[in-house]
């Protein structure tokens, strides 16, 4: 598993990371979460081994990443963020090149090499220079160096930057396949990407956790959660509404754009079945008629919001 102890970066008087504790274990993809500046690719470095950390630890499969820094890193992929890599090499050279460093030989890299670059449907470029290539053919690139050594971690750092739906769907499906026997952490900013791909999200700012939950528990905490959205003709909008405002648990009602009804719950509670009744005895046509799981954008925005009101005070 990764472990981290109190790890902590500090860059003269900013404190980028603070006292960061967790662990992942293999089989979960843990997204990594928090507005700019949070220290997500601080953190993510320092898991590597690229940064060292200015007090605390962390242990990759058992090996500490500042006392045995070889064997750690023999057990991870990192893709940084930007991908970095040797622009004047061809995609082909620079992961061979990548291969031998990562000590593979003779049929095993052969096969590694073909794998990746099956798998990242690179063969259309392989003998372009990195520097001509498109942002999200740079993208798969970096990815496939991280992987070509089948490594039992992987830390990406926003993997998907740049590239188009479909490429996004492929190496999400990717991600997904190596998620089994693996150990995943994903930097990114994309929410949707923490539903596609991840069973663990973990909310920092500030280099502080805020919350550590799975995607669905955190969007349980969204006001929206179990709200309804009804859309009914025949019947006025506002006399629909004030009927609806009279159920039991109903926080408050609003009225979209397009005359849809969204109630509201109080602390989450089925609306579901009351408005279902309702609509029943009052001859409501429903001509629309769903639940909301909950929206996690707006839970980031109240856990990092209320974590920069704490760190001020």
Sequence with gaps: ??????????????????????????????GFLGPNGAGKSTTMKMLSGFLSPTSGSARICGFDVESQPVEAKRQIGYLPEG???????????????VADIRELRGSNKAKRLEEVI???????????PIDNLSKGYRRRVGLAQAIVHDPRVLILDEPTDGLDPNQK????????????????????????????????????AHGRILADDT??????????????????????????????????????VEIGPDETITVLPRQGESLLPAVGRLALERGWQVDELH???????????????????????
């Design 215 to 252: 995607p669905d528990s955190l969007e349980a905490r969204s006001n929206r959660h179990n709200a309804v959205t009804i859309r009914v003709t025949g019947t006025a909008t506002g006399e629909a509404q004030s009927a609806l405002q009279s159920l039991a648990d109903v926080d408050r």
């Design 169 to 204: 769907h492929e190496v999400r499906s990717l991600i997904r396949e190596m998620a089994e026997d693996k150990i995943i952490v994903i930097s990114t900013h994309i929410l949707e990407e923490v539903h596609a791909v991840c069973n663990r999200a973990i909310i920092i």
């Design 118 to 128: 099956d798998r990242l449907h690179l063969e259309p470029v392989l003998d372009q």
């Design 83 to 97: 991908a970095p890599s040797y622009g004047e090499m061809t995609a082909r050279s620079f992961l061979d090149f």
């Design 1 to 30: 598993m990764i472990e981290t102890d109190r790890l902590t970066k500090r860059y003269g008087h900013l404190l980028a990371v603070d006292e960061l504790s967790f662990t992942v274990s293999q089989g979960e993809v843990l």
């Design 291 to 313: 639940i909301e799981r909950g929206q996690l954008d707006e839970v980031f925005r109240q856990i990092t919001t209320a974590g920069e009101e704490e760190a001020r005070t």
